[in-house]
């Protein structure tokens, strides 16, 4: 005969709540709980082959969470070293895959190490300082000449895209005589660089944002054909 239903008690059923601070830390969140409690049960099977059984059902499991990720290469690899990640390295199972380490998984890249940390004139941008430096290390003659006054002009296009004014030449045969160290002296010269007119237009040809392909145009009202156009007023005939 089966035992009647015994009614809990509100008091005891509050009591024994379980929050999500008391719980243990989720290594792969996007998984969920059930999930993890899936892989904790998988570890604390003793049987070997009951355990690689467990662990090939969650591997369906989680292939099913993300079906957008059966088009990447490598699927099946990267379903086996999370589910190694989320065992926290204590699944003992055979995988088709290199097992992952703690040690691998923990290691950090090095330092990116930045070619200038404090630039002064930073709308020239680093490339300005590499051409400036090259151009320190060629011997004098046409190349040199014709290569230093490209880079002038250069910075005087990057000058007025981010100063928008007028500059004068003297200001750029300064900064190029500062950037390379002494070495390029164009500030006694008669060198003439482009025009600003001209560079303010160029800049602002290029800042300006190309139209979608397939995106229809503005037409004004001169252009309008059909019904929705009103038409004159047109005097009848018939009418007395």
Do not use: C
């Not at 024994?16 to 059930?34: C, F």
């Not at 040809?205 to 007023?233: D, E, H, L, T, Y």
């Amino acid at each position: 005969m089966n035992q009647k239903y015994i009614k809990e008690n509100a008091n005891d059923v509050v009591h024994h709540l379980e929050y999500n601070a008391e719980r243990s830390h989720l290594i792969i969140p996007e998984y969920g709980r059930h999930l993890q409690k899936l892989i904790d049960q998988a570890t604390a099977i003793e049987d070997d082959e009951s355990r690689n059984k467990a662990a090939k059902y969650i591997i369906q499991v989680m292939g099913s969470l993300n079906p957008h990720l059966r088009d990447v290469p490598d699927f099946q690899h990267k379903l086996w070293d999370q589910l190694f990640i989320m065992s926290d390295f204590k699944l003992n199972v055979s995988s088709p895959y290199p097992i992952p380490s703690r040690e691998v998984l923990q290691l950090r890249p090095d330092v990116l190490n930045y070619p200038q940390n404090f630039p002064k004139y930073r709308y020239y941008g680093n490339n300005i300082k590499y051409m400036i430096d090259v151009a320190n290390k060629w011997e004098e003659g046409e190349m040199k000449s014709a290569l230093v006054k490209v880079i002038a002009n250069h910075m005087k296009k990057s000058y007025l895209s981010w100063n928008k004014d007028t500059v004068k030449d003297d200001v750029i045969f300064e900064h190029l005589y500062e950037l390379s160290d002494g070495k390029l002296n164009l500030i006694q010269s008669s060198e003439e660089l482009i025009n600003t007119t001209d560079l303010l237009r160029t800049n602002k040809r290029v800042s300006n944002k190309i139209s979608p392909a397939g995106q229809p145009k503005i037409q004004s009202n001169k252009n309008m054909k059909g019904p929705g156009k009103p038409k004159p007023f047109q005097k009848n005939n018939n009418q007395k």
